[in-house]
């Protein structure tokens, strides 16, 4: 949290919300892998959400490597950088109000183009799993806030989830549409997140 504070006075302020590219300690991350890949007692970093910030290390899960198989999974494992004439305009009232020059939505694609790509690198098969469309993004969203609520008593507004989800909007479209080109499997959700067999 500490850091993203930091990226939000030096690059924007939107890097403070958790979540996009460049808000991850990809470093860790790679070190985690090659960790995993040894014989040992290894430590899985965990984020807690109710914290926003990395949990202690002490809460920090340990595994026994070697590991056979490793399952990456997160929002935007795998992304690639959207072409730059695509980020010209605002596609929401988030980038419309809070970037409308770009600054924040070129950085983050930046950050997929440079400091991710070693992380997705090590990607040997990757699976998309593809909601039906944007829009129930916000209801799954209400849905997770609300669970959260009834186990800590906290949790995000309505205001706070309509504004966090434009933040994941521009790039979930990008990657539903170009990721589910070259992705090893995709499997589309309907609106309760079950697959769609085709």
Not at 47 to 66: C, H, I, L, M, N
Not at 118 to 123: G, K, N
Not at 128 to 148: C, I, K, M, Q, T
Request: glycine share 8%; aromatic share 6%; net charge neutral.
């Amino acid at each position: 949290r500490a850091e993203r504070a930091r990226l939000a006075a030096e690059v924007h302020p939107l890097a403070a919300v958790r979540g996009p590219p460049g808000t991850h300690d990809v470093d860790l991350g790679l070190a985690l892998l090659d960790a995993l890949e040894r014989a040992g007692p290894v430590r899985q970093p965990r984020f807690d959400k109710a914290a926003d910030d990395r949990a202690p290390e002490s809460a920090w899960p340990v595994a026994q490597g070697p590991a056979d198989i490793v399952l990456f999974e997160g929002w935007c494992v795998g992304a690639k950088p959207q072409p730059d004439a695509a980020l010209g305009a605002p596609i929401n009232v988030l980038e419309t109000q809070e970037d409308p020059h770009g600054v924040w939505r070129r950085w983050v694609n930046g950050q997929l183009a440079g400091p991710y790509r070693p992380l997705f690198a090590r990607l040997a098969r990757l699976i998309l799993l593809r909601a039906p469309h944007f829009s129930v993004v916000r209801r799954w969203r209400g849905e997770a806030e609300a669970e959260r609520r009834a186990q800590t008593g906290g949790g995000m507004s309505a205001a706070e989830i309509d504004r966090f989800v434009q933040v994941y909007e521009r790039l979930s479209g990008h990657i539903a549409e170009e990721m589910a080109g070259r992705a090893d499997v995709v499997i589309t959700l309907d609106a309760n997140r079950n697959p769609v067999i085709q």
